[in-house]
């Protein structure tokens, strides 16, 4: 559920400051599914239903599903760590 928090989160502060085109990353298969539509998982959900508001609106976005491997490389780099670490 956090991720779907994450999601929502980042489609409301991108709307609120004005970015209308964004690319979302995440490694939840599970999210990926409910964003593109493919799971009814947690269809009567508010978090669901209000991530579906957003999108509704005049956003551009793409969500990417990556690896857990790829997300495990981006945060090392992100915390200064070098790669392998």
Sequence with gaps: MSKLWDVHNVLNYSWRLGLHK???ETDNATVTNI???KS???ADC???ASIHELLA???EVQLHRISRTVADRIAALMCG????E
Aim: charged residues 15%.
């Design 22 to 24: 964004i690319i979302v």
């Design 35 to 37: 964003f593109h539509g």
């Design 40 to 42: 009814k998982a947690l």
């Design 46 to 48: 508010a978090l669901v």
């Design 57 to 59: 609106r005049q956003l």
């Design 81 to 84: 760590r070098p790669l392998g």
